[in-house]
């Protein structure tokens, strides 16, 4: 479902190139939600978006579903985030000016589909987001906003989770709800890919790594 | 969800920011629109101000017109021509010509194409005493009306045929008679038709009968010894051009100019004409200087107001990209294209030009229709012509916008996720 092969990304930083992964090399079939942990500054979030289609890697191969990402053209390449990969981060990102629902529905925008507007009603019931649905972000809680932002996540079926210290701003409560979503997505054969710094939130996942220094390690069980 | 409604709701979101590009397109519109119309009614009001002039210059050409007839006519023709053969010094001495031509020469200059004299008065005339009232001397003249000139339009006649059987009598010869009081005159019954007012001049002093009358009277049957005719008010050498003329046609007479003063009258209606002409350029000119004084703000005016306007609007699109950062990364995670995301930016610009166009438009036509110059009201055709305002403010309006938009396509998504994540 997402494989990543030999993949490395540098950042250029006072003259020199700084490697964020170096060699990493990942596969999270359908049904898998694999946590990859490490500290702050490990790549986690490169490697995210590396995956994500956001940003092309120096060197490696990038597939979902088969398709070579960085391969595609850029056209291509947005309709596969649109349609087959959906977004969690730990700052939400919701846009401000729209309600909660509309917020779901803005996965929509780029590429619309049939129903979506009774698809985003159904995740927002779901997600026990009904009756805060009219509601602007800034009138959220936390917990709220991103089970919003799960829900736009969600909204196009995608087959493959990419989620960013999803829990991070979250208390306990949320967070157990946000994890029961990604277990309940990677179940419907759905691939999930988590990272984060906090060990205990990735013993949430059914396959576990570690990202250090840019390497990706996956310890012995 | 569709673009246009995020467009939508972002504008209503950021209220004062889309209110402040509005009013900035409100404001240039507006003055484009209104020193357009400006000068539009700048133009319409010349027009109402020259044809004003010339009405009221046709009217005082008109009463002159109708003054010179009468100044002219007391004043008598200023063109005689007489025989050949006249000894002036006689005809002067005399008051008459004593020798003769044919009256069918008067008609054979009429039916010339000759341009150079009006007004065509055939006589014979002889200074005769009469006994019956004891007048020892008055001027008799024997005339038939004036001859149209076939060659010319016909104008109204000087001087009307004496009717069969009438006499006209200049002031001094009235002698307490009434018109319509029979008189003799060397034998000959006459009806006074008519008595003159007094002149000071030799009209006061002469009878005017019927030609035949008088051609039966001295006994010269078909014979005339006098044309009268009024000179062409040309500017060149008057006389030689009316001699070339006549004598081309008539070269058995002589042409001799008599009355100066009604060619001055003449002239001095020329220069008036001239004078009401030259007031009417003047205005023209004042008022076509008037006008480039206000193209000249207009000139100033208009593309300040335009570039403001554009910068502002400019600065406050880049401003709202900047705002939207976050937004900008989050949309393009979630596979908004490029075009879309320009679409997305450059909608905003659209509405901001069409929003701020209709207002401009209207407050530019409310200025310019206060500040009119006293003109009625625009042109119906200008004011739509204007029309053409609101589809060009949208156009400025996305230029202006544009660099900030294409900025927008520049933010690499993974850049702004990573720094909003961290």
Same mark, same amino acid.
């Given at each position: 479902?997402?494989?990543?092969?030999?993949?490395?990304?540098?950042?250029?930083?006072?003259?020199?190139?700084?490697?964020?992964?170096?060699?990493?090399?990942?596969?999270?079939?359908?049904?898998?939600?694999?946590?990859?942990?490490?500290?702050?500054?490990?790549?986690?979030?490169?490697?995210?978006?590396?995956?994500?289609?956001?940003?092309?890697?120096?060197?490696?191969?990038?597939?979902?579903?088969?398709?070579?990402?960085?391969?595609?053209?850029?056209?291509? !390449? +947005?309709?596969?985030? *649109?349609?087959?990969? @959906?977004?969690?981060?730990?700052?939400? /990102? %919701?846009?401000?000016? &729209? $309600?909660?629902?509309?917020?779901?529905?803005?996965?929509?925008?780029?590429?619309?589909?049939?129903?979506?507007?009774? !698809? +985003?009603?159904?995740? *927002?019931?779901?997600? @026990?987001?009904?009756?805060?649905?009219? /509601? %602007?972000?800034?009138? &959220? $809680?936390?917990?709220?906003?991103?089970?919003?932002?799960?829900?736009?996540?969600?909204?196009?079926?995608?087959?493959?989770?990419?989620?960013?210290?999803?829990?991070?701003?979250?208390?306990?409560?949320?967070?157990?709800?946000?994890?029961?979503? &990604?277990?309940?997505?990677?179940?419907?054969?759905?691939?999930?890919?988590?990272?984060?710094?906090?060990?205990?939130?990735?013993?949430?996942?059914?396959?576990?790594?570690?990202?250090?220094?840019?390497?990706?390690?996956?310890?012995?069980? | 969800?569709?673009?246009?409604?995020?467009?939508?709701?972002?504008?209503?979101?950021?209220?004062?920011?889309?209110?402040?590009?509005?009013?900035?397109?409100?404001?240039?519109?507006?003055?484009?629109?209104?020193?357009?119309?400006?000068?539009?009614?700048?133009?319409?009001?010349?027009?109402?101000?020259?044809?004003?002039?010339?009405?009221?210059?046709?009217?005082?050409?008109?009463?002159?017109?109708?003054?010179?007839?009468?100044?002219?006519?007391?004043?008598?023709?200023?063109?005689?021509?007489?025989?050949?053969?006249?000894?002036?010094?006689?005809?002067?001495?005399?008051?008459?010509?004593?020798?003769?031509?044919?009256?069918?020469?008067?008609?054979?200059?009429?039916?010339?194409?000759?341009?150079?004299?009006?007004?065509?008065?055939?006589?014979?005339?002889?200074?005769?005493?009469?006994?019956?009232?004891?007048?020892?001397?008055?001027?008799?003249?024997?005339?038939?009306?004036?001859?149209?000139?076939?060659?010319?339009?016909?104008?109204?006649?000087?001087?009307?045929?004496?009717?069969?059987?009438?006499?006209?009598?200049?002031?001094?010869?009235?002698?307490?008679?009434?018109?319509?009081?029979?008189?003799?005159?060397?034998?000959?019954?006459?009806?006074?038709?008519?008595?003159?007012?007094?002149?000071?001049?030799?009209?006061?002093?002469?009878?005017?009968?019927?030609?035949?009358?008088?051609?039966?009277?001295?006994?010269?049957?078909?014979?005339?010894?006098?044309?009268?005719?009024?000179?062409?008010?040309?500017?060149?050498?008057?006389?030689?051009?009316?001699?070339?003329?006549?004598?081309?046609?008539?070269?058995?007479?002589?042409?001799?100019?008599?009355?100066?003063?009604?060619?001055?009258?003449?002239?001095?209606?020329?220069?008036?004409?001239?004078?009401?002409?030259?007031?009417?350029?003047?205005?023209?000119?004042?008022?076509?200087?008037?006008?480039?004084?206000?193209?000249?703000?207009?000139?100033?005016?208009?593309?300040?107001?335009?570039?403001?306007?554009?910068?502002?609007?400019?600065?406050?699109?880049?401003?709202?990209?900047?705002?939207?950062?976050?937004?900008?990364?989050?949309?393009?995670?979630?596979?908004?294209?490029?075009?879309?995301?320009?679409?997305?930016?450059?909608?905003?610009?659209?509405?901001?030009?069409?929003?701020?166009?209709?207002?401009?438009?209207?407050?530019?036509?409310?200025?310019?229709?206060?500040?009119?110059?006293?003109?009625?009201?625009?042109?119906?055709?200008?004011?739509?012509?204007?029309?053409?305002?609101?589809?060009?403010?949208?156009?400025?309006?996305?230029?202006?916008?544009?660099?900030?938009?294409?900025?927008?396509?520049?933010?690499?998504?993974?850049?702004?996720?990573?720094?909003?994540?961290?």
């Amino acid at each position: 479902m997402l494989e990543l092969i030999d993949v490395g990304k540098t950042y250029p930083k006072a003259g020199s190139n700084v490697p964020a992964i170096t060699s990493v090399t990942l596969r999270v079939d359908a049904g898998e939600f694999v946590a990859v942990q490490g500290p702050s500054g490990a790549g986690k979030t490169t490697l995210l978006l590396v995956a994500g289609a956001l940003l092309r890697p120096d060197q490696g191969t990038v597939r979902v579903g088969g398709d070579d990402v960085y391969q595609l053209s850029n056209e291509a !390449r +947005a309709r596969l985030r *649109a349609l087959r990969i @959906g977004f969690v981060f730990q700052q939400f /990102h %919701l846009i401000p000016y &729209l $309600s909660a629902l509309e917020n779901i529905l803005a996965a929509g925008v780029a590429h619309g589909g049939p129903d979506l507007a009774r !698809r +985003a009603e159904t995740l *927002a019931e779901e997600l @026990g987001l009904t009756p805060r649905r009219h /509601h %602007l972000p800034s009138e &959220l $809680s936390s917990g709220e906003r991103q089970r919003v932002a799960l829900a736009r996540a969600l909204l196009h079926n995608p087959s493959v989770l990419l989620a960013d210290e999803p829990t991070g701003n979250l208390d306990e409560q949320n967070a157990v709800m946000v994890f029961d979503r &990604l277990a309940s997505f990677a179940q419907q054969d759905g691939a999930v890919l988590l990272v984060t710094h906090d060990k205990a939130a990735a013993g949430r996942a059914t396959r576990r790594c570690v990202l250090e220094a840019g390497r990706l390690s996956e310890p012995r069980p | 969800m569709s673009l246009f409604r995020l467009v939508y709701r972002e504008i209503w979101f950021r209220k004062l920011g889309f209110a402040l590009g509005v009013l900035a397109v409100t404001i240039a519109v507006a003055a484009l629109a209104g020193s357009l119309l400006l000068l539009n009614l700048h133009d319409r009001r010349t027009e109402e101000i020259v044809a004003a002039k010339e009405t009221q210059t046709q009217a005082v050409m008109a009463k002159l017109e109708d003054e010179i007839r009468v100044i002219t006519k007391n004043l008598g023709f200023n063109i005689r021509i007489l025989p050949k053969d006249v000894n002036l010094l006689d005809f002067f001495a005399k008051d008459y010509a004593d020798k003769y031509m044919p009256e069918e020469y008067v008609d054979r200059l009429a039916n010339s194409k000759i341009v150079s004299i009006n007004h065509l008065l055939p006589i014979l005339q002889r200074k005769i005493d009469w006994p019956e009232e004891k007048i020892p001397a008055l001027l008799l003249v024997g005339t038939r009306g004036e001859v149209p000139i076939l060659a010319q339009d016909k104008k109204k006649a000087f001087i009307p045929a004496v009717p069969k059987g009438k006499i006209v009598l200049g002031n001094l010869l009235e002698r307490g008679h009434q018109p319509g009081d029979a008189v003799v005159l060397h034998g000959r019954k006459f009806v006074i038709h008519k008595i003159q007012p007094r002149r000071g001049d030799q009209d006061d002093i002469t009878a005017w009968i019927p030609l035949a009358d008088a051609q039966e009277m001295f006994d010269k049957k078909g014979l005339i010894n006098g044309m009268l005719a009024l000179g062409c008010n040309c500017n060149a050498d008057r006389l030689s051009v009316i001699r070339q003329e006549i004598m081309e046609i008539l070269p058995e007479t002589q042409v001799e100019e008599f009355e100066t003063k009604a060619t001055a009258r003449a002239e001095a209606r020329t220069k008036v004409a001239e004078e009401a002409k030259a007031a009417v350029a003047r205005e023209q000119e004042h008022r076509a200087e008037l006008r480039g004084e206000k193209e000249a703000f207009a000139a100033l005016l208009v593309p300040l107001t335009l570039i403001a306007a554009c910068a502002w609007v400019g600065l406050l699109a880049w401003s709202n990209v900047r705002e939207r950062r976050a937004e900008i990364g989050l949309l393009r995670a979630l596979g908004l294209r490029s075009v879309q995301l320009l679409t997305l930016f450059l909608s905003r610009a659209v509405l901001v030009g069409v929003t701020g166009a209709v207002p401009g438009l209207l407050l530019g036509v409310v200025v310019a229709a206060s500040l009119g110059d006293g003109a009625t009201a625009a042109e119906p055709g200008h004011v739509i012509g204007l029309l053409w305002i609101i589809v060009a403010a949208p156009l400025v309006a996305v230029l202006a916008s544009w660099l900030a938009a294409l900025s927008a396509l520049r933010h690499d998504p993974a850049n702004i996720l990573q720094q909003e994540t961290s």
